[in-house]
């Protein structure tokens, strides 16, 4: 029943943003000591850019949910990020599980360190399913911007190509994981890491491209 009632959630949360009408998405709290808390004001100037540039009616604060919390499914997308460690219990494994299978989104970006922790906590949730690069071709990097070469690079870590993953339901793809780019550094306030416009203006877009994407699946 609840799978059932969250789809038709997504349905008519889907309509009410094509007629910017508020809806909220959500801040991922996860156990295990990383800081799930990193990039405070990414976020939120995700969300004004978006409003400002694609015309949508996203609530200006995000909101913050934990994985095992029924409350995740009161919202249609929600991001995790941090640097280090990442445990879900089996019933958080599970609870997100239902809250993908029954239409809502994650993204993943890490913010340096988390992808060894990440990819073992995703095979608790999918423990069938693997995540499977996305080519520069994928139409999440083809939205309102268009990224000809795929993800594109923010901040560098390890001199590794950005790469991002998908973890896919019949042909949906549900999880998003954006690796050696650092995407949530590029939406903070300019201050904090003094990126050039430029590079702020790249990161911006492309999260308006994954927003985009999400709420029109």
């Not at 789809?7 to 009408?21: D, E, R």
């Not at 019933?91 to 890490?110: P, W």
């Not at 690079?153 to 954006?178: S, W």
């Amino acid at each position: 029943m609840k799978i059932i009632l969250f789809i038709i959630l997504i349905f008519s949360v889907s309509a009410s943003f094509a007629q910017n009408t508020t809806v909220r998405i959500a801040l991922v709290k996860y156990n295990g000591g990383g800081d799930w808390y990193s990039d405070p004001s990414a976020l939120p100037n995700l969300v004004e850019y978006c409003n400002n540039h694609l015309n949508t009616g996203i609530y200006s604060e995000p909101s913050t949910v934990e994985v095992g919390s029924q409350e995740i499914f009161n919202y249609p997308f929600v991001h995790l990020t941090g640097h280090g460690n990442v445990i879900f219990s089996d019933r958080e494994a599970r609870n997100l599980r239902l809250y993908l299978e029954g239409g809502g989104f994650l993204h993943i970006d890490d913010n340096y360190g988390l992808d060894k922790f990440i990819r073992r906590e995703m095979k608790k949730v999918f423990p069938g399913k693997d995540f499977i690069e996305l080519p520069p071709s994928h139409e999440i990097f083809h939205q309102k911007y268009d990224f000809p070469k795929g993800l594109p690079k923010i901040h560098e870590h390890d001199n590794k190509p950005p790469q991002a993953f998908g973890i896919f339901i019949d042909g949906r793809m549900v999880c998003l994981y954006t690796y050696e780019s650092d995407l949530g550094d590029g939406w903070e306030d300019p201050e904090v890491h003094k990126d050039p416009e430029e590079i702020r203006l790249k990161a911006l877009k492309m999260g308006a491209n994954i927003i985009m994407y999400v709420f029109d699946q």
